[in-house]
């Protein structure tokens, strides 16, 4: 019961910080999906003149919609999960606080509120007359709820990891930039050359943006083997992270 | 472990490892990573044995780096113990540190619901107690501010104010308290000692013996890192004060004396009670107290000697010198004197206590030397002040006759 009541505090704070001092407040929440929504029809569809993908009967926004809203919960969480125990190490080595709980809250107030972005920007490209199927919304919550237990292993692992060794932090952008290039976001996983394509199987991401597209777009839907298997590797991902920083916590104070 | 038992820590230690490198920390993290705890490291506490029961106080004595705060983060559960257990039953409030526990950018509102949630508090149970925190710490608008505009006697009248309304099993701290102001410093003394009498538990680090003799009854000197002694508070206060002693003078002992004898008047010694030497003494409530100074006169002059009372804060309490009473210190050598007073039935109050000897040329003009021996009064009391008055009463009504001449004699002893 306590450890819920702290979690719950640390969610709150985590979203309420996000906004703190900002005029608009939780406005931004709103504003930032729509904004991107804009550039990226602007750029992709006026700009390049860009077509829908193979296998997709939607046109390019909707499905780098579907890829990319996943990948930036992934992304976010994890360059903020990173260093806030870093961040928090003033309060680490005063009061005896779970540090579970800061990368648990540092994660999930990015899903939440990325969640609402989401959810703003479906109902949007409907309204725009797009073929997005609002009543699997439901059902994608489930395999939003598979990809934060992935993103949630990864973050325990990098922050206990970024204790240690300072370098990860400056490193994580240039590999998270190149994880996206190598995930099907940008680009359909049958648009690759097929001696290429196998290679995905190697990027436990890959699977999402399909999922997600097979969900709400209907494209060439995501095998049942390949969706098992990316929950089995969800769970594992979790499990070896959250293993590795539970061995390491205690062992925090003494390195920051 | 029983339900009287708050604390109990067995062979407690805790290392810190040797990072000099980042190489170092890159092998650290594999090392733990693979469940091996062989880290290089320096032991900074080795196997602390304590127990704390409840309604006791404990002080903790030692000089810096001795160990205190590391035994009290892992008391807290801050740092995770090297070798040994720890074990905390109940809640523990911890007020250490200025602003420990506190961020700076949040408002003091913001930072009660994070400390209340620290403590296992559920949100509703936060709102209930908002009202009671803000009042107890009486800051105004600032309330509203963030942590980082306080002033530090704000950020411990917040701090104390948390405590207060979490009415904690254990409370933990230091001199922290000592920043408020005065107003604010009574109420928290009288927090404490209600606290104390409602079968609260308390740790106290302090360097002040004076407050660690007036709050605890048991004290715990650590020493490198081990417990040097532990026992009734007097005793350890006792052992640790004539520890400092010993060690002050073999490092500057020695030219002090050979500036001293150069004086025209220099103090031999100071014997209290028939005791030589610098270790505290302890007296009991009301004993008399017979103090006697050995002076060396350079040029055979008779000296003027002062005696003195002064609580262990420095506050004078009496001093009386031979001119003033028109006596004279007796002559045993060409360039010796003495001169001892008695205080039959010192009437001070319980507490900690310094007892001075000055000599003065004849003409009772110039102060040359100094000599200093700390005093224990032990005794239990109600009454305030230092001294107490002669005093009779005299239109009241007495209830309880039976029982008075008890409470005289318990008194008087």
Known sequence: MAALSLTLHFVRREIGNRYLGSFSGGLWALFQPLIQLAVYSFVFVYVFRQGAPAGSNVGYVPFLFMGLWPWTMFSESLSRATTVIQDNAALIGKVALPRDVLVFSVVAGSFLVQLVGFVLICVVLRLWGVAVDLAALPISLLAFAQLFVFTLGFAYLFAGIQVFVRDLAPALPQLLMLWMFASPILYARESLPASVQGYLDLNPFAPYPQIFRTLLVHTAPIGVTALAISTVVALAVFAAGYGAFRRVQSHFEDFL | ?413
């Open chain 2, 1 to 413: 472990m029983s339900d009287d038992l708050l604390v109990e820590t067995h062979a407690l230690g805790k290392s810190y490892p040797l990072v000099f490198h980042a190489r170092d920390r890159l092998r650290a993290l594999i090392r733990l990573l693979f469940g091996r705890r062989d880290v290089n490291a320096i032991p900074v506490l080795r196997d602390v044995s304590l127990r704390v029961h409840r309604g006791e106080s404990l002080g903790l004595i030692g000089e810096n780096g001795a160990g205190k705060s590391t035994l009290l983060k892992l008391l807290t559960g801050v740092l995770t113990p090297t070798t040994g257990t720890v074990r905390v039953n109940g809640r523990v409030g911890a007020l250490l540190e200025l602003g420990a526990g506190f961020h700076p950018d949040y408002s003091g509102r913001d930072n009660i619901a994070l400390s209340a949630a620290l403590y296992g508090l559920s949100a509703s149970e936060t709102r209930a107690k908002l009202d009671e925190i803000i009042a107890f710490a009486d800051i105004g608008r600032y309330i509203d501010e963030p942590i980082k505009h306080y002033s530090s006697g704000m950020v411990v009248r917040l701090g104390f104010a948390i405590i207060a309304a979490l009415k904690p099993d254990l409370l933990i701290t230091d001199e922290v308290l000592a920043v408020g102001d005065e107003a604010f410093q009574k109420k928290c003394v009288r927090w404490i000692e209600e606290y104390l009498t409602n079968g609260g538990t308390l740790i106290l680090v302090s360097h002040s013996m004076y407050h660690i003799q007036k709050l605890c009854r048991q004290a715990c000197w650590l020493r490198d890192g081990h417990v040097a002694a532990s026992g009734d508070v007097y005793d350890v206060t006792q052992a640790y004060l004539a520890y400092q002693e010993a060690k002050s003078q073999t490092s500057d002992g020695r030219g002090d004396d050979a500036q001293r004898s150069a004086l025209e008047f220099h103090l031999l010694d100071l014997v209290i009670n028939g005791h030589a030497g610098d270790s505290q003494l302890v007296l009991d409530r009301g004993a008399s107290l017979r103090a006697a100074a050995h002076v060396n006169s350079r040029d055979g002059r008779v000296p003027v000697i002062v005696f003195g009372i002064a609580r262990a804060d420095g506050s004078a309490i009496y001093g009386v010198s031979t001119e003033m009473e028109s006596v004279r210190p007796r002559r045993i050598d060409a360039n010796t004197y003495v001169a001892e007073i008695t205080f039959p039935s010192l009437s001070v109050l319980p507490g900690s206590y310094v007892v001075k000897a000055h000599p003065l040329d004849p003409e009772a003009v110039r102060l040359f030397d100094t000599i200093e021996r700390s005093v224990v009064v032990r005794g239990e009391s109600r009454e305030f002040g230092l001294v107490r008055l002669e005093h009779e009463w005299t239109d009241v009504d007495r209830h309880d006759v039976e029982h008075a001449p008890q409470m005289i004699s318990a008194l008087a002893r």
